[in-house]
């Protein structure tokens, strides 16, 4: 069974800065591509970045110049900086991984989701 957990949510206030993190457990071969996912009220969750195994990164265009995403494939573990955050950046925040299971079949997990609020 592979778990996602993340970590690093909370309330900052606007300019502000949050580093989220989540981290791949259990039994599997590989991760290849791991992305950070978020979805505010009323709205659809949309993809905010990600980053494949041999380290190509996307963002999402509103998050250009203010997020980075890093990972460490020896730790199976991928972080979100976020930095100069803005009101419209609230949300739930989800880790997202495509993983190559010992039998070499790739399955996609979720992990529970943490939340960021950005508000004065």
């Known amino acids: 069974q592979v778990q996602l957990v993340e970590s690093g ?3 900052v206030q606007p300019g502000g800065s949050l580093r989220l993190s989540c981290a791949a457990s259990g039994s599997f071969f590989s991760i290849n591509a791991m992305r950070w996912f978020r979805q505010a009220p009323g709205k659809e969750r949309e993809l905010v970045a990600r ?7 996307n963002y999402t265009d509103s ?3 203010r997020f980075t995403i890093s990972r460490d494939s020896a730790k199976n573990t991928v972080s979100l900086q976020m930095n100069s955050l803005k009101p419209e950046d609230t949300a739930v925040y989800y880790c997202n991984a495509n993983v190559v299971l ?11 989701g943490t939340q960021v609020t950005v508000s004065s």
Request: aromatic fraction near 8%; glycine fraction near 20%.
């Open 9 to 11: 949510g909370g309330l």
């Open 102 to 112: 010992i039998s070499r079949a790739i399955a996609e997990y979720w992990g529970q």
């Open 63 to 65: 998050v250009k110049g």
């Open 51 to 57: 980053i494949t195994s041999v380290g190509t990164i």
